[in-house]
């Protein structure tokens, strides 16, 4: 089964600072890799996926994720956050055995940024 | 892109009654659609999995007869809490996949659920 680990449950910063939010993944398989955001009382919106190909995937809203598989790592960055990122933010996995159709998630790491 | 849209957005309703989500996808065709159930601060656990023309397909532990899934159509998943108590309250969320990977999942916009 697989299974994502995101280890900082928020993570504060101030507006225009760098940010990393961590994600690490456990699969004995192949797997595609997910970053979505969440704004209170809202749906997931997708931010970027990685699916195959260059391992510096970039996203929407000037985020980017780099995927390491010896480190089993996809880690969320962004160079210069706004107070408008402040948001729960998912990563997901979904892998071979399941047809790549189930999404499992990690725990989530809420974003504070402020002025 | 891709739109799923889902209602209610929040719903009240009594303990003891029956409470139906919609969750459509508005511009493309969902042979399958995933119904999450999300608590306060934590992440979002797959309930179902909803096929078109077939019976979902419910993870561990979720109990089919309270929870409900109909896909009758490419476009229309409803998940219905039945007889619904309050420890059933939480954010409700559906979500579609358009064919190929070029969007990933679409989610839907979530619908908060409370038993009084």
């Known amino acids: 089964a697989q299974s994502v680990t995101q280890l900082d449950s928020q993570v504060p910063v101030f507006e225009e600072a760098p940010v990393e939010l961590r994600c690490n993944y456990s699969?004995?398989?192949?797997?595609?890799l997910f970053w979505y955001v969440q704004y209170p009382n809202q749906g997931l919106q997708l931010l970027l996926k990685?699916?195959?190909?260059?391992?510096l995937v970039k996203g929407i809203n000037g985020f980017e994720a780099e995927f390491n598989k010896s480190q089993t790592s996809f880690h969320l960055r962004k160079p210069s956050v706004h107070i408008s990122d402040t948001a729960e933010y998912f990563c997901?996995?979904?892998?071979?055995?399941?047809?790549?159709?189930?999404?499992?998630f990690g725990t989530g790491t809420r974003l504070l940024v402020s002025p | 892109g891709a739109v799923v849209s889902q209602h209610p957005s929040r719903v009240i309703c009594k303990s003891g009654t029956s409470v139906k989500i919609e969750c459509r996808s508005l511009?493309?065709?969902?042979?399958?659609m995933f119904w999450y159930r999300q608590f306060p601060k934590q992440s979002l656990m797959l309930m179902a999995t909803?096929?078109?023309?077939?019976?979902?397909t419910y993870e561990q532990g979720v109990e089919k007869d309270k929870f409900l899934i109909n896909h009758a159509s490419l476009t229309l998943s409803t998940l219905t809490v039945t007889s619904a108590h309050p420890e059933d309250s939480s954010f409700y969320i559906c979500?579609?996949?358009?064919?190929?990977w070029g969007n990933g999942y679409t989610f839907g916009s979530g619908t908060r659920l409370t038993v009084v």
């Open positions: 909803s096929n078109e023309g077939s019976k979902a």
């Open positions: 511009d493309f065709q969902a042979t399958t």
């Open positions: 990685y699916l195959s190909g260059s391992t």
């Open positions: 979500s579609a996949r358009d064919k190929g």
């Open positions: 997901a996995v979904s892998a071979l055995n399941t047809g790549f159709q189930k999404l499992v």
């Open positions: 699969s004995s398989v192949s797997v595609y």
